[in-house]
């Protein structure tokens, strides 16, 4: 009797242990946000909200995972006529000016069509794990699903890009 109640304290703790412990997923993307990091991005757990989807009253607000770059210093002038825009992927009526399956979350009707020129071949550009994209006066953003870790050298091309590019 004594060796079976052992027994099951040793079990219990060591099952309290292993439910503890990082899954494989969970150390491969600390691994992923340390690198990014590293390559100077900013990691933001945030909530992503949708524009109003076809046959939806109410937009989808999602958890993502946000990886900005700040765009640096900017004229003041440049910073008060700053038009902030956010796209996301999904089938929306907002979706004027964009390519197909993304739909505008903010921002929509206020770029020149060069800069939607622009917008569109970055958005072509992004992986499909990547769910939206943003562009403040203060950073860029990508809320990606982080599902190949080789994609971040591809958004942070794409990210600079959207930053020399003044979008």
């Known amino acids: 009797m004594e060796y079976l109640i052992i027994g099951f304290v040793v079990l219990s703790i060591m ?12 150390r491969m993307l600390a691994a992923l946000r340390m690198q990014a990091k590293q390559q100077g991005f900013q990691v933001q757990l945030t909530r992503l909200t949708y524009p109003r989807e076809h046959g939806e ?4 607000v999602v958890s993502s995972v946000a990886y900005r770059l700040l765009r640096g210093k900017i004229g003041a002038q440049q910073h008060s006529d700053w038009k902030s825009w956010r796209i996301v992927r999904c089938e929306s009526n907002s979706s004027e000016g964009l390519c197909s399956g993304w739909g505008w979350g903010l921002g929509e009707r206020t770029m020149t069509t060069v ?3 622009k917008i569109n071949s970055i958005l072509q550009a992004m992986p499909n794990d990547v769910v939206g994209v943003e562009s403040t006066p203060i950073h860029v953003s990508v809320f990606w699903a982080e599902k190949n870790e080789q994609e971040l050298d591809s958004i942070k091309l794409a990210l600079k890009d959207m930053i020399t590019k003044t979008i």
Not at 15 to 26: H, I, L, Q
């Open 15 to 26: 099952g309290s242990v292993m439910w503890v412990m990082p899954t494989k997923r969970d």
């Open 57 to 60: 009253v109410e937009p989808r």
């Open 115 to 117: 800069q939607l020129d």
